[in-house]
Nanobody, 123 residues
Framework: QVQLVESGGGLVQAGGSLRLSCAAS????????MGWFRQAPGKEREFVAA????????YYGDSVKGRFTISRDNAKNTVYLQMNSLNPEDTAVYYC????????????????WGQGTQVTVSS
């Protein structure tokens, strides 16, 4: 079965950095676009970043542009999210997801999701 397992979350001070990883299995990873979403307490899950199957196309949510970088290693079936200049508003559970088709930014266009990893940024 398909599994997406996120790791790398934790507690960091404002201005710091974290690198999230998402290891995929049970799907043809190299032919799937991948995305990162996040959900803060009391808020809807929001789009963070997406990357095409080849890695040649990337999209970012407005709130993370210039600070976060999505990348992938198809040989390792892993997608990454490098997060720099973190601030308390970035505190959330971060989820990776596999896209149905294309390189989408809408939740509805992703069919497999990980369990999430908590990122907490202290001020």
């Amino acid at each position: 079965q398909v599994q997406l397992v996120e790791s790398g979350g934790g507690l960091v001070q404002a201005g710091g950095s974290l690198r999230l990883s998402c290891a995929a299995s049970g799907l043809t990873f190299s032919r799937r676009a991948m995305g990162w979403f996040r959900q803060a307490p009391g808020k809807e899950r929001e789009f963070v970043a997406a990357i095409s199957w080849s890695g040649g196309i990337t999209y970012y949510g407005d709130s993370v542009k210039g600070r976060f970088t999505i990348s992938r290693d198809n040989a390792k079936n892993t997608v990454y999210l490098q997060m720099n200049s973190l601030n308390p508003e970035d505190t959330a559970v971060y989820y990776c997801a596999a896209a149905l088709r294309g390189t989408p930014i809408r939740r509805i266009d992703y069919d497999y999701w990980g369990q999430g990893t908590q990122v907490t940024v202290s001020s």
